[in-house]
């Protein structure tokens, strides 16, 4: 017969609601995951599973051999304590974040462009660039300051899964990103800006790119606009005042990955 966790006292079931904050996922380099999607993501990448929730009254779709490492059967009512979510799924893990390398190494072995967020506060936009980054083949994602938590819920969900399927690193300032110029002498910084002196399709995607995006307020800083090798924008109507961040990198990416500036 399978144990029933009925406790809200339960060691693992407390570690999941303090990872419903940032500090302390940073501080365990852990997150919580909900649903049998993210998981399935998660598990199906080699991504480690600290430990998994089952509803005891719900039955997962995913096959019960598949599931590695420390598995909780939980009362639904407890679980409902743990997500964040209106109705709380069926599977929830506590998953390790990946170990930390070296930028310049990364950039290194993965040439291909990278998306560089500046200030991105919004956790579903957050999430919508990382699916992005995922689809059209960048490099990986370098997150700033002031970017909502890659591995935050909402981020999470808007990802679907793409968490699980690029490096992901973050960097202290402005200036920490263009000093890697120095390790990367071939490094080339694009900043997109809607006063970008060059269309984006005429900029040519080249190995070792970072394509800087900034929220649609404030856009990029002017640390990173001033040392940036080009100021890019993206050709729209005039009386648009800016397109999504999501779109912009949709865009951005699907220019470069169809190669129509090359």
Do not use: C
């Amino acid at each position: 017969m399978t144990d029933i966790v009925t406790s809200p006292q339960n060691p693992q079931l407390k570690l999941a609601r303090k990872l419903q904050r940032r500090r302390p996922r940073e501080t365990e380099r852990l997150f919580l995951v909900e649903g049998e999607d993210l998981v399935r993501a998660g598990l199906d990448t080699g991504a480690t599973a600290r430990v998994l929730f089952l509803d005891s009254e719900r039955e997962p779709e995913i096959p019960m051999g598949d599931l590695p490492g420390h598995v909780l059967h939980v009362e639904p009512e407890l679980l409902r304590t743990v997500s964040e979510l209106a109705h709380a799924p069926r599977v929830m893990g506590i998953f390790e974040m990946p170990a930390p390398a070296d930028l310049g190494e990364l950039l290194t072995a993965r040439p291909a462009p990278w998306l560089v967020l500046d200030g991105i506060g919004d956790p579903g936009n957050v999430g919508t660039v990382l699916r992005t980054a995922a689809a059209f083949g960048a490099g990986g994602v370098i997150t700033l300051p002031g970017t909502a938590d890659v591995y935050g819920s909402k981020a999470l969900r808007a990802s679907m899964g793409a968490v699980f399927r690029l490096p992901i690193v973050a960097v202290a300032s402005a200036e920490e990103l263009l000093a890697l110029r120095v390790q990367l002498p071939d490094l080339r910084i694009v900043a997109l800006d809607g006063g970008g002196t060059v269309l984006l399709q005429h900029v040519p995607a080249a190995p070792h790119t970072l394509l800087v995006l900034g929220a649609e307020r404030a856009g990029v800083a002017s640390a990173l606009v001033d040392g940036a090798d080009l100021t890019v924008r993206i050709e729209q109507d005039p009386d648009v005042e800016s397109v999504n961040v999501g779109v912009a990198a949709s865009l951005a990416l699907y220019e470069w990955s169809r190669g129509v500036a090359t």
